[in-house]
Structures are given as C-alpha cells and as structure tokens.
C-alpha cells in the first residue's frame, strides 16, 4: 500500500466532500453545512490547495462540444523521441490523457474525436505513420461510466 503524504483531518474530509458536491461553494455555506468556523473552513481550502491535496478546477464534459467517439490507446514510444512525443500530444486537443507506463506499452494516452472518422484516421494512420510509435493496442469507449472527476479518498484516509 502506498504512503500517504499528508496528514488531513475529518474536517478536511467533510470539506472536500462539500466541494466535491459544488466548487463553487461558498466558505460560508461549508462552515454551516459542517458545523465549524467560516476562517477554519478558509485556511483549510487554503492548505488543501497549497500542499496540491486539491485542485479547484473547471471539468469540461467533451460530449457537450460533440466529442462522442473515445479511444485509450497503449502505445510503444521509442526513447529517442518520447519526450517530444508527449509533448506533442500535449498539443494535439484530440488528446484528453497520458500517461506513462511500465511493460510493452509505455505510454497511454485517452483521446477524444468529434466523429468515427476522425478517430479510426489517428489510430490507423496517424499514429502508425509517426517514427518510433507502435500502436500496442487500443480500447474504442462506447461510454464512461465513471469518471476520475466523480472519485474521493474514504473516510478512513482521514484522521480522527
């Protein structure tokens, strides 16, 4: 089992469980939703952001622009140009996800494309025809049906 980090509270926990609900939350509405101060619940945001515990962020949800056809893609990279392949991908919109991995594939990546089309090109022709890329191989996503956005650490992770 991984090592924790940090050390959070079940404050932190009820906090972070109330900005799962709504971001936007108000300090003021956490403090009376958990019972405490509105300057504790501040300083904590404060420090679940500070130590990257959190991030408050915007979730786009690429469906809503049209972006229905998905694909995770376990790729083969070649050292030589790893580093600006990932970048590349960094770049490319179509590209939602990387990571690096460990065994034949080395590099995953989660894509998104306005049409079949668009994704049966990048997969069959895009990727291949770039030097030092292998398609490994590649999981067409007909729906997702829980996402990163949705998971939470247990109450357990917490200190009493």
């Not at 405490?36 to 991030?55: F, P, Q, S, W």
């Not at 949800?61 to 694909?71: E, R, V």
């Not at 990387?98 to 089309?117: M, P, Q, V």
């Amino acid at each position: 089992m991984a090592k924790k980090i940090k050390s959070f509270d079940q404050i932190d926990y009820k906090i972070i469980k109330e900005l799962s609900k709504d971001a936007r939350a108000s300090a003021s509405h956490i403090a009376k939703v958990i019972n405490v101060n509105e300057r504790t619940v501040r300083r904590r945001i404060a420090h679940l952001v500070e130590t990257k515990a959190i991030r408050i962020a915007t979730i786009v949800d690429p469906s809503m622009f049209g972006y229905h056809s998905i694909a995770d893609i376990n790729l083969k990279v070649d050292e030589e140009i790893y580093d600006e392949f990932v970048e590349s991908c960094k770049k490319n919109p179509n590209v939602c996800y990387i990571a690096s991995g460990w065994g034949k594939a080395n590099l995953a990546i989660e894509t998104r494309f306005l049409d079949n089309e668009e994704m049966h090109d990048f997969i069959n022709f895009t990727l291949p025809q770039t030097e030092g890329i292998e398609v490994i191989n590649f999981f067409i996503i007909p729906k997702i049906i829980y996402n990163i956005d949705h998971w939470l650490p247990v109450k357990s992770d917490f200190k009493e």
